[in-house]
């Protein structure tokens, strides 16, 4: 199964819990959530090493730092 299906199974099981109601600001909750389980699985996988991470993500190490700073993940 790939990464798009089990983001969708993920999301089905979700508005079954919510039975019936009505979710707000859901694109940046699911946005965030997926950007955070990302960052967390990539610095596992390089050792938390930064620049590698970064390398992996396609992204500056700058920017990086940013992302972590906005979900708490540096000290």
Same mark, same amino acid.
């Given at each position: 199964?790939?990464?798009?299906?089990?983001i969708?199974? #993920?999301?089905? =099981?979700?508005?079954?819990? *919510?039975d %019936?109601?009505?979710?707000?600001?859901?694109?940046?909750?699911? !946005? $965030?959530?997926?950007?955070?389980?990302?960052? @967390?699985?990539? @610095?596992? #996988?390089? $050792? =938390?090493?930064?620049?590698?991470a970064?390398e !992996?993500? %396609?992204?500056? /190490? $700058?920017?990086? /730092?940013? /992302?972590?700073? *906005?979900?708490?993940? *540096?000290?």
């Amino acid at each position: 199964m790939g990464l798009k299906e089990l983001i969708k199974q #993920q999301l089905d =099981q979700y508005f079954n819990e *919510l039975d %019936g109601e009505m979710p707000q600001d859901l694109y940046d909750l699911v !946005i $965030g959530q997926v950007e955070h389980a990302l960052l @967390l699985s990539v @610095l596992e #996988q390089t $050792g =938390q090493n930064q620049s590698k991470a970064a390398e !992996i993500l %396609g992204i500056s /190490r $700058g920017t990086l /730092r940013t /992302r972590m700073k *906005l979900f708490g993940m *540096l000290s």
